[in-house]
């Protein structure tokens, strides 16, 4: 019995196609492990306490000389957290902005968002921490980054998207990221002027990546292998359910497609008429050109 509940949560966790679930539970285990290696040193199983070698180790520095020596930083960074508040806030912002995301777009787009803001909020962090004086210990940690860079994406996509918070009731998403945007940027001022830079310029790449598909160019093609035919384009509506429509990008840019999008944002899929989902299913479907 036990066995099918395990198997159950894993499919239910790891095999939905979305990559949020494994960042969480790296950033989870990996903050475990920090901090068991801190509690042999309080046991006194151990002579010296590894909690700060070991952030320092994973955590990115804040110049291009002192990366050299811990290239791996890059990666492990991005997953290293030593306050439990800020790892339980950033894990449960990204679920919801996950479930949000795949509402409207696919795995793939949110990879390329997610990778490419993290590599490009690193390197503005190294270059502008080279140029800036500060201390030589500060370093970047946490998925802060490509956590905004993908609320800034779906944000500018959906901005009528609305939030039921408790006590507060519906709430515009584009409100709510807006304060959080602001809390985060004065917070790394403080701080960490360089992360706060970089932390600025991921915004922006996340509504440039919107804006970019829009218009008609999809950025996270570079993720896709080349295809003689074109391309087919994926409307995911609810539940992260695609269905296939041939299009040379992966938006849908018909007015009438788009509205029936937003409608669902506000009010969920089921409020759509019987016309609209004809529609939505007949678009997702049909080989029609479509001008973008």
């Known amino acids: 019995m036990n066995n099918i509940g395990l198997k159950d949560f894993w499919r239910q966790t790891y095999k939905t196609g979305s990559p949020v679930p494994l960042v969480i539970s790296i950033q989870v285990c990996l903050f475990v492990l920090i901090y068991f290696l801190d509690l042999l040193f309080e046991l006194k199983i151990v002579p010296q306490s590894f909690l700060e070698p070991t952030v320092r180790l994973l955590s990115l520095p804040s110049n291009f000389s002192s990366f050299i020596a811990q290239p791996w930083s890059l990666v492990t960074s991005n997953f290293v957290y030593v306050k439990l508040w800020t790892i ?131 950025w996270s093609t570079i993720f896709q292998k080349k295809q003689q035919k074109p391309a087919k384009m994926k409307v995911v509506v609810g539940n992260n359910i695609p269905t296939n429509r041939k299009h040379r990008y992966d938006l849908p840019n018909q007015d009438e497609i788009d509205a029936i999008l937003d409608k669902i944002s506000i009010s969920g899929y089921d409020s759509l008429t019987n016309h609209e989902k004809e529609t939505l299913f007949r678009a997702s479907n049909s080989g029609d050109k479509v001008d973008g």
């Open 88 to 218: 339980l806030f950033d894990s449960l912002w990204l679920y919801w902005v996950g479930q949000i995301f795949f509402t409207f777009l696919n795995t793939r787009q949110f990879l390329f968002v997610y990778i490419a803001s993290w590599l490009l909020g690193s390197v503005l962090y190294m270059g502008f921490g080279s140029l800036i004086p500060m201390p030589s210990n500060l370093q970047l940690m946490g998925g802060s980054l490509p956590l905004a860079a993908v609320l800034a994406a779906i944000v500018t996509l959906v901005p009528k998207y609305e939030l039921r918070l408790l006590l507060l009731g519906n709430i515009k998403l584009k409100l709510v990221a807006i304060v959080y945007f602001g809390l985060e940027f004065l917070a790394l001022t403080m701080t960490n002027r360089p992360a706060a830079i970089s932390y600025f310029a991921v915004v922006l790449f996340g509504m440039g990546f919107t804006y970019a598909l829009k218009s008609g160019m999809d």
